[in-house]
């Protein structure tokens, strides 16, 4: 039985980061500096806070592009 937990916790994981390298990919590509950089990277840092004791791999989404 944990065994199946495993594995569907790691595929949500792996999920949570597929798209969080997506959001990445959209940060980068808007090339973002100044004011705007720091506002993302609160909003980021307070959508996580905000997920991540209900569901990290929704928590990944936005821990992923930080790592950049």
Known sequence: MS???TVIRTVQRVLGTVVGVAVLAL?????????WLVAIVALLQ???????????????IFITPLAR
């Open 27 to 35: 940060l980068a590509g808007m090339d973002p500096s100044g004011l």
């Open 3 to 5: 065994g199946g937990l």
């Open 46 to 60: 307070f959508a996580i806070e905000v997920v991540i004791t209900r569901n990290y791999a929704l928590a990944l």
